[in-house]
């Protein structure tokens, strides 16, 4: 079960075979003997299932339905797969039994491969478990900490790092479970990643990221790690340490709104309390806020904004890719009634700009934040845009990228993460440069 969970389903041959498959069986299904009421029927049941699928995806944009602006390759693979439906059911009247057969079986094709399509084209869930909410990461053995050397480097670890002959080409990338010990959240399984410098002998203290994904979404390191193999390749394998750490819960369905609260648990209490706390008894991470980074994609992104404006002592470092302007925004009155109690004013003042605006002079001192975008994502640009005017007013180092070409996708979490790490390996002395 679990090889069939992590069985990759983008630019795979898995994915391939899928396409090639919905293929085979439309040629099977036009293929037959003359038969122009067949024809009419068959004509009428895939242009129905086009209208329907096209009406599907401009119905979706239109009332925002999904949160985004559905790209048009959305549409164009929502329209192919109700066509194909369509084509299959006009096939079953007056067919033999091996053809309804064939009929039943194209429906599931269709709609797998329309799936795949789309998922690829986004490109966020890279394994057939990670559609389903299951990401089936083996466990990581974790390398042992050395709690007496957690302080911050006299020099950069990039001028007096030397990575052994024996130090992996890659990181290292699986799961551990993060227990709820002070908020009671119940979470799933975390990512890990651990970059090629902390799979040695005597390694050093890295800095480190704690990453949340999208609602829904799961805690799955793949664009991330990939992401830092590429810099640790350049950079003597160094990297920070990373945590993709689960903020909405353990059935991955809910929005707790990166908040504390009686509904949805202590998912607040959760990310900042307890995953901070147990990256510090089991990592070997410099324990300095300076080497700190909150992050997060989506929703993740929100969360992220948030508690780095809430929390300066902890994290000096923001990267919020693609993120909300604040938690809640896809259902601002559900928020309001489910998380804060209808308290308007409590949900006013957990957003990040609000957050910003009310902390004392000199909070963030020495914090560096980085914003992103895809430039074909509107919603989401206009929201890293607020925000990032907001956290320079206040004295934050601000960056605000938006990813040319991208949309609300995979290309904006890995081009978003990139500019991230390319403002910040310097400050955390991950490299030279500037």
Same mark, same amino acid.
């Given at each position: ?35 122009? @009421?067949?024809?009419? #029927? ?9 209208? =329907? ?16 602006? =559905? ?27 091996? #053809? ?13 491969? *329309?799936?795949?399509? !789309? ?10 478990? &990670? ?18 050397? #957690? ?16 130090? +992996? ?5 699986? &799961?551990?479970?993060?227990? %709820? ?6 979470? #799933? ?17 890295? +800095? ?10 799961? /805690? ?13 390749? $350049? ?16 059935? *991955? ?35 300095? /806020? @300076? ?8 929703? *993740?992104?929100?969360?992220?904004? $948030?508690?780095?404006? @809430?929390?300066?002592?902890?994290? $000096? ?23 804060? %109690? ?7 003042? &957990?957003?990040? !700009?609000?957050?910003? $605006? ?7 001192? %020495? ?6 975008? %895809?430039?074909?994502? /509107? ?8 925000? &990032? ?6 004295? !934050?180092?601000?960056? =605000? ?26 400050? =955390? ?6």
């Amino acid at each position: 079960m679990s090889a069939i969970l992590e069985l990759p389903i983008v630019d795979s041959p898995a994915m391939w075979i899928i396409y090639l498959v919905a293929v085979a069986l439309t040629i099977t299904l036009l293929v037959r003997d003359p038969d122009p @009421k067949w024809f009419v #029927r068959a004509s009428i049941g895939a242009v129905a299932g086009a209208l =329907l699928g096209m009406g599907t995806y401009f119905a979706g944009n239109l009332l925002d339905l999904f949160g985004v602006n =559905l790209p048009l390759m959305v549409g164009v693979w929502t329209t192919a797969m109700f066509a194909g439906v369509g084509l299959a059911i006009a096939s079953f009247p007056d067919a033999k039994p091996w #053809r309804k057969v064939v009929a039943s079986v194209a429906i599931l094709a269709y709609l797998l491969a *329309g799936a795949t399509g !789309i998922n690829a084209f986004y490109g966020l869930n890279p394994t057939l478990g &990670s559609v389903f909410g299951d990401v089936e990461e083996a466990q990581i053995s974790l390398p042992d900490s050395n709690p007496d050397n #957690r302080a911050a480097p006299a020099q950069p670890l990039a001028a007096t790092w030397q990575a052994p002959s024996n130090m +992996p080409s890659v990181g290292e990338r699986g &799961s551990a479970p993060i227990p %709820g010990t002070e908020s009671g959240f119940v979470a #799933r399984d975390a990512g890990i990643y651990l970059p090629p410098a902390a799979l040695v002998d005597n390694a050093p203290a890295l +800095p480190v990221v704690i990453m949340m994904m999208g609602y829904p979404g799961n /805690p799955d390191g793949t664009i991330i790690s990939d992401v830092l193999d590429e810099f640790a390749a $350049k950079n003597n394998g160094l990297a920070p340490i990373v945590i993709i750490a689960d903020q909405l819960g353990a059935a *991955g369905v809910q929005d707790p709104a990166c908040a504390d609260s009686a509904k949805y648990g202590n998912a607040e209490t959760y990310i900042t309390t307890d995953v901070v706390n147990w990256a510090n008894t089991n990592l070997n991470v410099i324990k300095d /806020p @300076k080497y700190w980074t909150i992050a997060g994609y989506s929703n *993740g992104g929100g969360c992220a904004a $948030k508690y780095g404006a @809430k929390h300066p002592d902890l994290f $000096k470092n923001v990267i919020s890719v693609s993120g909300e302007e604040f938690p809640g925004s896809e259902g601002a009155d559900a928020a309001t009634a489910d998380i804060y %109690g209808g308290d308007a004013t409590a949900f006013e003042a &957990s957003k990040p !700009i609000n957050i910003m $605006k009310a902390a004392p002079a000199g909070s963030y001192s %020495g914090m560096t934040a980085i914003f992103t975008a %895809g430039s074909e994502d /509107p919603t989401f640009a206009a929201a890293a845009t607020a925000v &990032s005017q907001a956290a320079e007013a206040v004295g !934050i180092a601000t960056t =605000l990228f938006l990813v040319q070409g991208a949309d609300h996708g995979g290309d904006a979490v890995s081009g978003g993460l990139t500019e991230g790490f390319d403002v910040l390996y310097p400050i =955390l002395g991950l490299s030279t440069g500037t």
